[in-house]
């Protein structure tokens, strides 16, 4: 990158992300015992092992109704165009977008990249969820990726299904243990209106090579999937209360099935990982066809007289929520 646009990103990055740290006790160093956690003095010793060997965890009741509230009411402001943000990306179903026109939430599948946009970035700052991040990521924690998902009624097509992936796929940075999602439920999730679905313990396994599913109705933008998993490997589908929240690793593979109730299911997740990840050559990891996405996604949003790379795109999307920036910076 030439050193104009260096420093424009950089403007942009500082204008965007001026948030205030939150300083939250430390954990204290790793013990050998223990590769996906962290020392700290919250998790039990049940709850530890749990997440180390199956690379996911669920927090019963971690999120009050209130602000969940709050989430909701914003999410419908941008939907109804009364309310945007600097980078903020609507996503809509590709198969209800298609058939008719559709104002407001109906078609919107997920609102992604929310961190400018203070009312929705509150959730990432929420004290009782970063307590958790610590304890896989560290004392120093950027949100690097956001997203409000709102799956729709399905439309008979079950595009509102999405695949089985491991979200490491889009991130440029490593290593992966010091990464983690929180992801809460914003209203009662069920199999019936596709909760999360995890396959434990998949979380030791490597990077697999994530495609587009061939399904009939169409797929919507960005939900790749693994076509190679083991089809006997357990399935749990995580079904939760409003509030309940669950952490998991970038490299577990999950999905969420089609919602085949007629309301909506809205989730709020963040994406957390340590400030000390070290970006990676993402031709390696990410794929061609990928990184193409995300790429084109980010020009939209900062003109295409910038030249950006992959690691750009997550530097500039990424905001720190306590502790120091090490290596999130330009
Ligand atoms: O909330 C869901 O349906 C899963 C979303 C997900 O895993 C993702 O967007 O990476
Ligand atoms: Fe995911």
């Known amino acids: 990158m030439d ?14 992300n001026s948030g205030k740290d939150l300083k939250l006790q430390q954990c204290s160093g790793t ?51 009364e309310a945007s943000a600097p980078l903020l990306v609507v996503m809509r179903d590709v198969a209800i977008a298609k058939s008719e026109f559709v104002p407001g939430e109906k078609a919107v599948t997920k609102i992604q990249s929310f961190q400018n946009y203070e009312p929705l970035f509150d959730y990432c700052r929420t004290p009782e969820i970063l307590k958790y991040v610590e304890c896989f990521c560290g ?16 439309p008979g097509t079950k595009t ?47 990077l697999k090579k994530h495609t587009y599913p061939d399904w009939e109705g169409g797929v919507n933008k960005l939900y790749y999937g693994i076509q190679d998993y083991d089809p006997s490997l357990p399935k749990i589908h995580v079904e939760m209360e409003k509030g309940d ?11 969420s099935g ?17 400030s000390k990840c070290h970006f990676i050559n993402s031709n390696e990891t990410v794929s061609p066809e990928t990184g193409h996405e995300i790429l084109q996604l980010a020009r ?30 330009f």
């Open 31 to 81: 013990d050998s015992k223990y590769r996906y956690t962290l020392d700290n003095p919250l998790l039990s010793q049940e709850q530890r092992q749990f997440y180390e060997d199956n690379g996911y965890l669920v927090v019963k009741n971690l999120v009050p109704s209130e602000p969940l509230q709050d989430y909701v009411d914003h999410f419908q402001k941008i939907c109804q165009g």
């Open 258 to 274: 089609a919602n085949k109730t007629t309301g909506f299911r809205k989730a709020i997740s963040c994406h957390y990982a340590s």
């Open 160 to 206: 509102s299904r999405h695949p089985l992936h491991q979200d490491l796929n889009y991130f440029p940075f490593r290593p992966a243990d010091r990464i983690v999602c929180a992801w809460t439920a914003m209203e009662k999730v069920t199999r019936a209106n596709g909760c999360l679905v995890v396959l434990p313990g998949t979380h030791k396994e490597p």
């Open 300 to 329: 939209k949003r900062v003109g295409d007289d910038v030249t950006i790379t992959l690691p750009d795109v997550w530097k500039l999307q990424s905001r720190l929520v306590q502790g120091t920036n090490y290596n999130f910076t």
């Open 139 to 154: 004392a120093d924690i950027m949100a690097v990726h956001t997203m409000l998902i709102n799956k729709p009624p399905d």
């Open 3 to 16: 050193s104009h646009a260096k420093s424009r990103l950089q403007v942009i990055s500082n204008q965007l």
């Open 245 to 255: 929240t669950v952490f998991f690793h970038p490299l577990i593979i999950h999905g």
